[in-house]
């Protein structure tokens, strides 16, 4: 990460935003689907053990969604990584050209890596950097 404090708020927040959904939402599901589990098998005439088996299977099933959630957040968050780092190492590469000028290289420019956010600013950048050497 270069900038972590910019990329870590990034991923703690989609991190804590999809553990909140996933906790939310299977605490919920849970509720429900097992009230209703209740009320439909107290008045079966199913074996006890058959009762037991599909409560089994019931937090079997939710056990398994929370999971599948957990890695869908897992994977947005290391996206969002991605993107941030994208961004991150435009600003990096910006902040270093723009040092190596204060300290007296004029002649420094901003390059980016093609898929990198920010080209515009940098070629305004390196535009106004030419007619500041011109003059």
């Known amino acids: 990460m270069l900038y972590r404090g910019f990329q870590g708020r990034i991923v703690s927040f989609i991190l804590l935003a999809g553990f909140l959904?996933?906790?939310?939402?299977?605490?919920?599901?849970?509720?429900?689907?097992?009230?209703?589990?209740?009320?439909?098998?107290?008045?079966?005439?199913?074996?006890?053990?058959?009762?037991?088996?599909?409560?089994?299977?019931?937090?079997?099933?939710?056990?398994?969604?929370?999971?599948?959630?957990?890695?869908?957040v897992v994977v947005i968050a290391i996206w969002a990584l991605f993107i941030t780092h994208r961004a991150a190492g435009s600003v990096y590469h910006m902040n270093r050209v723009i040092?190596?000028?204060?300290s007296g290289d004029?002649?420094?420019?901003?390059?980016?890596?093609e898929k990198d956010e920010f080209q515009e600013l940098a070629r305004s950048f390196n535009a106004m950097m030419d007619e500041l050497q011109k003059k």
């Open 106 to 113: 004029a002649a420094q420019r901003v390059h980016l890596r």
């Open 21 to 72: 959904c996933i906790g939310v939402t299977s605490y919920l599901c849970y509720a429900y689907v097992v009230d209703s589990y209740d009320f439909i098998l107290r008045r079966s005439s199913l074996p006890q053990e058959l009762i037991d088996a599909r409560y089994s299977d019931l937090f079997t099933f939710l056990v398994s969604m929370s999971l599948v959630n957990l890695l869908i």
């Open 99 to 102: 040092d190596e000028i204060r």
